[in-house]
C-alpha cells in the first residue's frame, strides 16, 4: 500500500511538473525476473525509474548500507522496496537477496556506476548487474535517464532493448562466466547506455 501510494503521487509531480518523458515501455515485459541497469546522476534517479515502470512491475533497488541508518529515511526506502548493499567487495547477503527478487519475477535495479556521478560523462562499470543477470538468467534493460538534475525542467527516460546475459552458463550450459566475461559484459551495458543518453539529447 505504501509504494502504491508514493508511486501514484511521486509519478503525478514527474509527470506535471517534471514532464516526465518515457520510451521504450515496449522493452519492459509484463511478468518476469529482470535487472534494469542505468546512469545514476541525481537522488531522483530511483524514483525517476521505479514511477516510469508500470505501478504493477515495483523495482527493487540495491542501496548503499549507510541510507538503511538514517533515521526515517532507512524506514522509508525499506518500504519502497530497496535493500542494503555494502561497498567495496562483493556483498553476498545482498546477491542472494536481489536473486530471490529475481527467481520470484521481480525487477532489482542496479546503477553500475556504483555511485552518483557528477560528471558529464559515465563512470566505468562495476560488474553487479552483469553479475547478477548471468547468475539468474534473466538479460539487462539499459536504461538512460536525461535531466534528472535539481528540481525543475524536464526529465526523460529511456528504455533500451535488452542485452545478456552471458551464453552458456544457464539452462544446463558448461561454460562458467569468469570476471573477464563479466566485464566485458558490463562494458556491454554501459555502452547501451551511453547510446540511449546520446539518442536522448
Known amino acids: 500500500m505504501f509504494y502504491g501510494f508514493a508511486w501514484t503521487v511521486c509519478r503525478f509531480i514527474l509527470l506535471t511538473v517534471r514532464r516526465m518523458e518515457i520510451l521504450g515501455s515496449e522493452n519492459i515485459p509484463g511478468r518476469g525476473g529482470l ?27 540495491m542501496a548503499k548500507a549507510e541510507l538503511f541508518a ?20 562483493a556483498d553476498r547477503t545482498a546477491i542472494r537477496t536481489a536473486l530471490g527478487y529475481i527467481d520470484s519475477g521481480g525487477i532489482v535495479g ?8 557528477k560528471s558529464e560523462g559515465l563512470l566505468d ?46 539452462g544446463g550450459g558448461t561454460k562458467r562466466a569468469n570476471r573477464n566475461d563479466l566485464a566485458e559484459l558490463s562494458v556491454t551495458i554501459m555502452e547501451k547506455v551511453a547510446g540511449l543518453i546520446k539518442s536522448g539529447k
Open 125 to 170: 562499470p562495476q560488474l553487479g548487474a552483469a553479475l547478477l543477470a548471468t547468475k539468474a538468467g534473466v538479460p539487462v534493460v539499459p536504461v538512460a535517464i536525461l535531466g534528472s538534475r535539481g528540481f525543475f525542467g524536464k526529465v526523460k527516460i529511456i528504455f533500451g532493448a535488452p542485452v545478456g546475459p552471458i551464453p552458456g552458463n544457464t
Open 110 to 117: 542496479i546503477f553500475p556506476e556504483g555511485t552518483r556521478n
Open 35 to 61: 535487472v534494469l541497469a542505468s546512469n545514476h546522476r541525481s537522488y531522483w534517479d530511483p524514483v525517476i525509474v521505479g514511477c516510469a515502470l508500470p505501478k504493477t512491475r515495483q523495482v527493487r533497488f
Open 70 to 89: 538514517i533515521p526515517l529515511l532507512g524506514p522509508v526506502v525499506t518500504k519502497l522496496g530497496a535493500f542494503p548493499v555494502r561497498r567495496g567487495g
